[in-house]
């Protein structure tokens, strides 16, 4: 009888892998939302969506996802207009405002990684340094607090 073979990854290969798969679904997702905006500005450009239409849309989108649970409330017309704004910006093609909103949602990633980079680590370290912790700090005596 054959033995099944077993596979061993290294943590770097997993992680490898799931950076390449994640990888993949950006550009899939990236892929999707190309097409969305091309099939979308030609409807737009056609006259046969309107801004009002887009404002409808998401205003009934947003009592869908409530009426399904994936939203605890209903959106608020702000929250309404804020969605179109930003739908209908892309519709019509406006580089200018696009490129402004990339620009600072840029900026705050990066406020956000230096507020980030200011708070404590928690850095954890390996069995066997911990283990010559303990000795140095115990003496090698009995009655470790490592958890194991």
């Known amino acids: 009888m054959m033995q099944p ?3 061993q990854m290294t943590l770097e290969d997993m992680l ?7 990888d993949s679904v950006a550009m899939s997702e990236e ?3 190309t097409k969305f905006d091309v099939l979308g500005r ?3 450009k056609k006259g046969i969506i309107t801004d009002d239409d887009i404002i409808d849309a998401v205003r009934e989108q ?3 996802m409530k009426a399904v649970g994936i939203a605890q409330n209903e959106l608020t017309e702000d929250e309404v207009k804020a969605i179109a704004d930003n739908i209908l ?3 019509k093609g406006d580089a200018a ?3 402004k909103s990339m620009e600072e ?3 705050k990633l990066r406020e956000l990684a230096s507020q980030e980079m200011k708070k404590p680590r928690l850095d954890v370290a390996s069995p066997a340094v911990l283990s010559e912790l303990d000795k140095i700090t115990k003496g090698g005596k009995p009655g470790s607090k490592l958890l194991r």
């Open 42 to 44: 030609v409807l737009y």
């Open 16 to 22: 490898s892998l799931m950076m390449a798969r994640i």
């Open 97 to 99: 405002t696009i490129r």
């Open 89 to 91: 910006v892309w519709l």
């Open 105 to 107: 949602y840029e900026q």
């Open 62 to 64: 947003g009592k869908l």
């Open 31 to 33: 892929s999707m939302k």
């Open 5 to 7: 073979r077993t596979m």
